[in-house]
């Protein structure tokens, strides 16, 4: 009887199997209605992240950031030496590292520095220095061009359609760097005049005029990403998709933008102990491959928008004209 119980109680318990395909099953249906809550956001996202993946957006984002190492410094100096030409050599430098730490938060003192000492060992930078610089600049443009058309799965251009959009880009970036500083000078005037509201108070004393400088850098952003977005592809592109990417990306480089700086300054991200003396120059490397990527990222929003879009438009046509004939 004991021998029984021994051998019942040595039985090992089955061990129960795990049916994958009921839970693909759950997980799909589970999938569609959260896809159908959120009007197809879901759906979206999951092919953005896919088209990602397959077009190896990592890669193109290290890319990016290499050759935007071998362009700062050039369309920085081209800045410089434009703006030399409506302020003095002094306050177009300071303008430009201005301008250079709110797109580089983490490098400020990196290029300050270098900047002081290349213009020390230049000098005057002359018409052929300019064109150099364009040139030099160019670089970064032309693989971000390639890559946003890329992601419209847009025809391939050529090296010189490439260069000179990019060339353009460089140009486009010197004219608004001319109009800030006929813009800064407004607002440095503006107060002069005592502007008064209606309630007695001074314009520029009212917490939305403070707000409205905040956001400024932001909405010349906006602006960009739009004109980025629409007429860098080989093809044509709704304004309707281009502004929800555009939104997006340039509120992906504000939030990325505080979080990274945030980090930094408490110290949770210490480059220099692993890096050295290089560790100003791995956050930069790293900070400009965070923002291509999130650039990136926003041309594939666009690109599938766009691909909904039209769908959406086939499909509407279809029934419409299956309702005429009927």
Known sequence: MNADIDVNNNKETPIKKIDLSKIMVKLRIAYIKLNKRSNGTVRIIRIVLDRLGKTQATQAAAAMAFYAFFSIFPLLLLLIGVGSFWLDNEAAYQKVIEIATQLLPTASELINANLQQVIELRGATGSIGIIGFIWSSSSFFSVLTRNVNMAQNAPRRNFFEDRAIAIGIVLLLTLLFGLSLISNTLVAVLPKFDIVLWDGTLLQDTNLWKYF??????????????????????????????????????????????????????????????????????????????????????????????????????????????????
């Not at 003396?277 to 791995?282: E, K, M, N, P, R």
């Not at 879009?309 to 299956?322: A, P």
């Open 213 to 326: 400088l905040k956001i400024v850098p932001t909405i010349v952003s906006w602006g960009l990403f739009i004109i980025l977005y629409r007429f860098t592809p080989k093809k044509k592109v709704s304004m309707k998709s281009v502004m929800i990417a555009a939104t997006f990306t340039a509120i992906g480089w504000q939030v990325a933008s505080y979080i990274f700086s945030w980090m930094i300054n408490f110290g949770y991200i210490q480059y220099e102990l692993i890096y050295g003396s290089l560790g100003t120059v791995v956050a930069l490397m790293f900070w400009i491959y965070l923002i291509s990527y999130i650039t990136l990222i926003g041309a594939h929003l666009n690109a599938v928008l766009e691909e909904s879009y039209v769908k959406k438009s086939v499909f509407k046509n279809v029934r419409n004209q299956k309702s005429t004939l009927s």
